[in-house]
């Protein structure tokens, strides 16, 4: 590609690679990392598909009709089954909340995954044309992003454990399970190794959570990145054959993430 032929390969791949950072101590654009800057790309896009999401969800709510619906009212009422069913299934207890936000994650997701398979070269380029140095157009591979989604979902766990069990009850489940001691003394030593278990179990999940929703966006990322990198005639084919195989990975990672925080939830509303 003509990017690619004005800079060497690991200038074009590092290019690729870049957010878009706000320093907040100096209020300037760069690519520089450190704990007070914000990646703007990141940020941006995915508000952008965020508010794609509720404006096409509310249009469709808006106009839905009794008689013959239009496209856009049978695919809100699809995916809308579609996660109510999966709520359904999984979750064990009863919430107004859980429907609404399997649907949230799953269509947010799915739509940052998307944008995946735009060309790699058509945001960094649109943006280049705008003045701005740097901007990535798949903010699912922004480990910031995909561990700020995780969080949210570890703090919905946490409310929940605490709503439904209450204060003493989940304490009492993080001193006394996995290991039941019939004992008090026996319950006093096993306290420690029960909570210390229960402390990996919680901190492992939002980890998992995002490192897996990261580290697959971000190696289909840069095998795009590679594919471009390619002679003309090679990209088309590769580029079409993986685009293609890369549409399932995007649509699972989405539907990985969905379920994975239903089971979550249904774990954390079960009263041991």
Not at 8 to 21: A, F, P, Q, R, V
Not at 154 to 164: I, T
Not at 189 to 206: D, Q, S, T
Request: net charge positive; charged share 10%.
């Amino acid at each position: 590609m003509s990017t690619a032929e004005k800079i060497t390969s690991s200038e074009y791949i590092h290019h690729h690679l870049t957010n878009l950072t706000l320093n907040l101590k100096t209020w300037s654009l760069s690519a520089d990392k450190g704990f007070w800057t914000l990646h703007l790309d990141t940020l941006v896009i995915s508000l952008v598909l965020g508010i794609a999401f509720l404006w096409m969800f509310r249009r469709a709510a808006l106009k839905a009709q009794a008689g013959i619906p239009s496209g856009l009212q049978n695919f809100a009422e699809v995916m809308i089954e579609f996660a109510n069913q999966q709520v359904k299934d999984t979750f064990s207890g009863s919430s107004k909340l859980i429907g609404p936000l399997a649907l949230t994650i799953f269509v947010w997701v799915f739509l940052m995954n998307f944008m995946d398979i735009i060309p790699v070269d058509l945001v960094p380029r649109a943006a280049m044309a705008m003045g701005v140095p740097y901007a990535r157009a798949v903010p699912t591979t922004d480990l910031n992003l995909t561990f700020g989604l995780s969080l949210s979902v570890f703090c919905l766990v946490l409310f929940y454990s605490f709503k439904v069990k209450g204060a003493k009850g989940f304490g009492k489940e993080l001193l006394t399970t996995p290991f039941i001691a019939g004992s008090p003394v026996g319950r006093i030593i096993l306290a420690p190794i029960n909570f210390l278990f229960h402390c990996v179990e919680h901190l492992a999940r939002p980890i998992s959570l995002s490192l897996r929703l990261f580290g697959n966006l971000y190696a289909g990322e840069l095998i795009f990145i590679l594919i471009a990198l390619l002679p003309w005639g090679a990209q088309w084919p590769l580029g079409g054959l993986w685009a293609i195989f890369h549409l399932l990975i995007v649509t699972l990672q989405a539907f990985i993430f969905m379920m994975l925080t239903i089971v979550y939830l249904s774990l954390a509303c079960t009263d041991h």
